[in-house]
């Protein structure tokens, strides 16, 4: 049997955070992640000559790093660099509110004086409240977290190439100011290493460099917002944006960033997000690119020949010359979201084993396996940065007979099948749609803002009367705001602390077009995107907009399995208690609906507790939608297991049983997290009808009572934006 070609493709990227002419720009991603993810996945490899990987650099994040090279800068860095005893109170809210912001388990929990620091802000918030918490931190405590933070988040080869980060880090607490001092000088060698380590293992050959287009956009919803129909039809759309030529040129100024950056032209390209179509594979297949990578979930929906294999390329009639290969899902997102939690030969076994069925399973032509993935986010959740994992992982690859560890590059020339398709599904690599990033009302508001700037400054961008640096100046800023991250996180659909930044940097990149060609903006730009939410619509039901599909085990299987749910935070969960007489139980409750009428629900015990917390604990859910409530009641054991799951209905009042407990259906596991399933009908819950559900928590002679939620069940037929990861 021939061996199995396994390609790599680590895809690091971030949205372009810096307004034209800005030095200090508000948020600090590049600078961190450079200090990690982008400096560990290129030395680590030095350690492997065998191993041949393909990294996928997005221009604009080169762009960045390079800004840090010429002394840019960005506010976390400004306000971690003030004296402690110079801070102001802006500063020290900044520093209280923002500098926690690291994995918690992984990063801050390294770290033991950070954790202590963390535990003691949550009880700050308590005593003071969210806005004057930080007044129970002192001079010592900040200049700790300005140290903390960045070292939190340095990475194990950036550790073992620098000691005195690891000295720092022993040390613990009680920084000077050459601390700080001593940190930041190191951050910024990494950061200028970076490029020059990239263009030294592209040079050799040991790494492949692929390319996305150079903000990052989508390119499928950029050539016509309507091609998001195709996988969801009745997805409520903004105005359609037609723009094929900005898609055309955010290729190809990327493939010329990357070349003039890099020294080689990027032979492949993944696409932003895994995005193609028909009408894209044509435009990537001009630009004279070889090979563009997507998601099998894509191959799957797409008209073909043959079965949905995606260990051999395929081709496309109007795409000539241009090789499309597909990924591994389930693999991939094992790397990404799974084995983060398991030991580094445990999940190398798994990942080896894996491998080995795929193989066996095609015969004497086994083709190859595309595992493609986010390269830096992952990271934050295994042990020591990812370290054991990749190590292992990659000498576990060296000299294996079965496996041979290829760029995609050479994965694609070296497998003798080819596979065609007649027509590519419009599609990206969650759930082979665009739902992440159209049909929500502030994405396609947001849309909107974009199209109609577009619109208005596109005659003057093909003016040869405007100078040709407004041109230029107004195309950079439309082009940063075709990325996208700003349609990621305008809404609720996934939590971040950082929402109004990238609201506000969405709205500046358009702004400063119109500025760059020495027009006025107009005033609608000045608004924010998201809603601002008045206190009589907080009031309003809760209602889910897309059909959640957990796996009940207890664990956050992978990254999307609860992303699209409902979240109600600890402090909105206890506004009415008396909080300093309680011990904080929890971080959140999430909730949502699955599409065969479940209600689930998830609940993350407080700090790391995980299985201990819920060592025996009661817990009762009382849903009440009609006149009579509903109560499920849970009981775990000493081990943290939970005893069978019972139901009963009383009266609205509470104080007559009206039927006897009898068994539920619900599925309740409780490891890390606690995962419940439970049919809608069994505990009164019809479709389309406003509800409250309530949690009481109980354990010895405690017990604790939280807030009711208000919520709207779902109509049956469900929500056009619904989506899965499987």
Known sequence: ???????????????????????????????????????????????FPEIRVTVNLVPCLLEQIRAYEHGGTDLFLEVGAVPAE?????????????????????????????????????????????????????????????????????????????????????????????DLRRIHRIEREILTRLIPLYRRAAASGQMEISSSPYAHPILPLLCDTASAREALPDVPLPPRLRAPEDAEAQVEEGLDQMEHVIGIRPAGMWPSEGSVSGEVAGILSRAGLKWAASDEQVLAASEREGDADPSMPWSLPDAPGLNLVFRDHDLSDRVGFTYSWMSAGEAVGNFLATLRQRAEARGEEPGLVLVALDGENPWENYADAGADFLRTLY????????????SVREAIEACPRRGKLKRLHAGSWIGGNFGIWIGGPEKNRAWELLGSTRSEIAPALVDHAVPALRREAAWASLRAAEGSDWFWWLDGQFHSLYRAEFDEIFRGHLRQAYEALERAAPEILDQPVPAVTAPEVQAQALEPLVWLS???????????????????????LTRRSTMERSQRWLEALEFGFSRGGEFVLRVDPAGAKGGEFFKGLGMELTFRADSVPWHLTLAFDDEGN???????????????????????????????????????????????????????????GEELALEEVDMKVPPSEGSGRSWSVS
């Open 1 to 47: 049997m021939k061996r199995l070609s396994v390609a790599f493709l680590w895809h690091l990227h971030q949205p372009q955070y810096r307004l034209r002419g800005e030095t200090v720009c508000p948020l600090p991603w590049v600078r961190l992640h450079g200090i990690r993810a982008y400096y560990d996945m290129v030395r680590v490899l030095e350690e």
């Open 86 to 178: 110079e801070l102001d109170d802006s500063q020290k809210a900044f520093l209280f509110d923002r500098f926690f912001s690291a994995g918690e388990a992984r990063m801050i929990g390294s770290l033991p004086a950070f954790a202590e620091l963390l535990r003691r802000r949550n009880q700050a918030r308590k005593v003071r409240g969210w806005a004057q918490g930080w007044k129970e931190f002192s001079i010592g405590d900040f200049r700790d977290l300005q140290a903390l933070l960045e070292l939190a988040w340095f990475g194990f080869k950036s550790r073992e190439d620098f000691p005195e980060i690891g000295a720092l880090r022993r040390q613990g607490r009680g920084f000077t100011r050459e």
């Open 550 to 572: 957990p796996i009940i085990d207890g664990f956050e299987t992978h990254f999307f399995e609860w992303e699209s749910a409902i979240r109600v935070e600890w402090a909105a």
């Open 395 to 406: 000498g576990a690859l060296v000299g294996n007979p079965r496996v041979h560890c290829q």
């Open 642 to 700: 939970p005893r069978e799951a019972r139901r009963w209905s009383s009266a609205e009042a509470g104080e007559k049983v009206v039927s006897a407990p009898e068994p539920s259906r619900a599925q309740v596991v409780a490891r890390k997290i606690l995962e419940l399933s439970v049919p809608s009908e069994e505990v009164g819950l019809k479709s389309g009808q406003r509800a409250t559900f309530q949690i009481r928590l109980k354990r010895g």
